[in-house]
């Protein structure tokens, strides 16, 4: 499309049913104004590109299955209407140029797909989607793009996800005919991010940002994913879902983030199995006091946390797809008094000056008032929490949380029907 014909549709309301989807009712006017800046500043960068296609891919949120990704467990997750958008002039010059809004433009030599070692920017990240096109014998010469993004960094709303979903729904849809489908965009967005940028997480972000509304996954064979898509009608329910910043950060954190998958293992090393769906919980309970001498107390309760958070996220999909408010939020309680009480993923060990989480869980709760629910979101330590509150009670919600945290802590989110796409 010539730019100019993307910036009269923009105007006329040409795109007005795709906004309509994947954005509130009352963003629709802003969001407009920034898809036309996005397209301003990518002509200022390339002004020889007149042909150009947009994409968009959101963030995402867990709902239910935390830290039962790595055990091969259930999870449950959904994308939200948080995105990054990216404005793209596919080209011959077998080179991937990108700007990111806020960051300095990096290049890709599609004749280099190798690993860089040592590198981990997200350059690295879009050498390795390129590498799995091309492995799956797609040819692609190269693009010019400038990408912006209001997922929020560092609130397990993963913008990394985001960007991933991006950059290989625009590879699939140009170069591909749209063949791959979203389930193998999110697995290619997962190995690009775990051999080149290093990071060995799991499936679940990115296939919650590439599938879209919400979608429950059984990891038994992490290869090969059992994705099933779910309406979370959250509206419908009468909920809004709001991403509570705890004011806390990630960083020195990372032993307290390894410690529980190690320590679940562990447990299942006891029956030589490499991972807890491996291992029957009647299995460890029949045998209780000798995995405790071997593992410690607090990998047990780590494991007893991962058996009904497994069961639970499967039991929240079921809720949410029969429109069952009161079941859904009872589950929602159940996960988050288990991640505090067994998985013990609220607070660092030893912490007593800080414990952000904690105090985000506890006034939340107050904030609540016996209505909605609240949990953990996400790893967990830090971060963000996450609540589902009745949409009549939202701003109140909104004004006592930033009240008793910080200002703009609290962020109102709702579930997005669509995963990556094209405009």
Not at 165 to 189: M, P
Not at 246 to 268: F, Q, R
């Amino acid at each position: 499309m010539k730019i100019q014909d993307f910036q009269d549709n923009v105007t006329c309301g040409g795109f007005d049913n795709i906004f309509a989807n994947i954005y509130k009712p009352q963003d629709i006017e802003s969001q407009k104004s920034r898809y036309m800046s996005a397209v301003e500043k990518f002509t200022a960068l390339y002004p020889n590109r007149n042909d150009i296609h947009v994409y968009s891919a959101p963030g995402r949120t867990e709902i239910g299955g935390n830290h039962t990704e790595h055990q091969h467990g259930c999870v449950i997750a959904g994308a939200v209407d948080l995105d990054v958008i990216g404005v793209v002039a596919f080209h011959d010059e077998n080179i991937i140029r990108i700007k990111s809004e806020g960051y300095d433009e990096f290049a890709v030599s599609l004749d280099d797909l190798d690993v860089h070692i040592g590198e981990k920017g997200s350059s690295e990240i879009v050498r390795g989607i390129a590498a799995r096109f091309k492995d799956i014998g797609v040819e692609i010469s190269g693009f010019d793009m400038y990408t912006t993004s209001n997922v929020l960094g560092g609130s397990g709303i993963s913008s990394s996800a985001a960007f991933e979903t991006l950059i290989a729904t625009a590879i699939d849809s140009y170069y591909n005919n749209n063949q791959i489908g979203a389930v193998e965009i999110a697995k290619i967005g997962q190995a690009a991010e775990n051999e080149y940028f290093g990071k060995p997480c799991g499936l679940m972000d990115q296939t919650a940002s590439s599938v879209g509304d919400a979608v429950a996954i059984d990891f038994k064979d992490p290869a090969n994913p059992i994705v099933r898509s779910i309406n979370a009608d959250l509206t419908g329910l009468g909920l809004a879902l709001c991403i509570i910043d705890c004011g806390a950060d990630h960083a020195a954190l990372t032993n307290e983030y390894a410690s529980i998958p190690e320590e679940m293992s562990k447990v299942a090393a006891h029956f030589g199995k490499k991972v807890l769906r491996e291992v029957k919980e009647e299995d460890l309970l029949a045998d209780l006091a000798q995995v405790r001498k071997e593992a410690g107390d607090r990998a047990v309760l780590r494991a007893l946390h991962f058996y009904a958070d497994d069961r639970r996220a499967a039991e929240e999909a079921d809720a949410l797809d029969r429109k069952d408010k009161e079941a859904f939020l009872n589950l929602v309680k159940e996960s988050g008094r288990s991640s505090w009480e067994l998985l013990q993923n609220i607070t660092p060990a030893a912490a007593i000056t800080h414990q952000d989480m904690a105090v985000a869980l506890a006034v939340a709760e107050k904030a609540l008032n016996g209505k909605g629910a609240c949990r953990v979101h996400g790893g967990g330590f830090a971060g963000t929490i996450q609540a589902f509150v009745p949409v009549e009670d939202v701003c109140k919600f909104k004004k006592t949380m930033e009240t008793m945290l910080s200002e703009g802590c609290c962020h109102v989110l709702s579930i997005r029907p669509a995963g990556g796409l094209i405009l």
